[in-house]
């Protein structure tokens, strides 16, 4: 198994609601990671964990809380975001080390979030 | 920070025709990652550069990194409709232990007409 799998794909929440979007893979990669994406932006790191420790935080805002409940899930979980939060989240996932011909990421294919 | 820019920022060609857009840094990198990204997808890895100098193909992609290590070039031959996408370049941000923090170009995007 080579991907990282991201449910849901499209997701529609109001700045009232709660909701988790769902990150997995069995590559057996110790790092995984939450980015957002507006359109036609580089993708931009939230968090990066690592051996299923929450390793970085890029200064995110608290409405955005990260889980990661085992070394194969990743949750991103959501409350009271307004409606510039509307992106592509995407999850991806690497080895740990720093060089090495496998140091790229596998990313998922996102969840587009739109807020109203 | 480090920043990474890439040029040209938008390219629309012809079926057929080669392609090269370039990436580069205010400081030096150590590996150079060049990935596609299809719309509503996630980015996909095209080839992955260790060393100055270096000079790696995919297909028909070619991609070299820099002898000064700020900057890497990308090379599409004999374009096709699928090449369409945008083309980000990535290299490791600061970090400490043993994560890869990526920090991503600002992107070209190709649009190939058939």
Not at chain 1, 52 to 81: D, G, Q, Y
Not at chain 2, 75 to 100: E, Q
């Amino acid at each position: 198994d080579t991907e990282v799998t991201q449910t849901p794909k499209h997701l529609v929440m109001g700045m009232t609601n709660k909701k988790s979007l769902k990150c997995e893979q069995h590559m057996g990669h110790r790092a995984m990671y939450w980015y957002k994406q507006k359109a036609k932006k580089p993708p931009e790191l939230m968090f990066v964990y690592s051996y299923e420790k929450l390793s970085i935080n890029e200064s995110v805002p608290s409405r955005f809380s990260p889980e990661c409940p085992n070394s194969s899930l990743l949750n991103l979980h959501l409350h009271a975001l307004q409606p510039e939060d509307s992106a592509l989240y995407l999850c991806a996932s690497s080895q740990t080390g720093k060089r090495g011909p496998n140091y790229g990421y596998t990313f998922g294919s996102g969840t587009r979030l739109t807020v109203v | 920070g480090q920043q990474l820019n890439q040029s040209p920022q938008s390219m629309f060609i012809q079926e057929g025709e080669d392609v090269s857009m370039n990436c580069t840094s205010s400081s030096i990198f150590n590996t150079w990652l060049w990935y596609k990204q299809d719309p509503g997808e996630g980015p996909v890895l095209l080839i992955a550069l260790y060393k100055a100098g270096e000079l790696t193909s995919n297909g028909r992609l070619t991609a070299q990194f820099g002898i000064t290590r700020k900057d890497s070039f990308l090379n599409i031959s004999a374009s096709i409709p699928s090449d369409v996408g945008i083309y980000f370049c990535a290299g490791p941000g600061p970090s400490g232990g043993a994560t890869n923090k990526l920090i991503f170009g600002t992107g070209t995007l190709l649009a190939v007409q058939p």
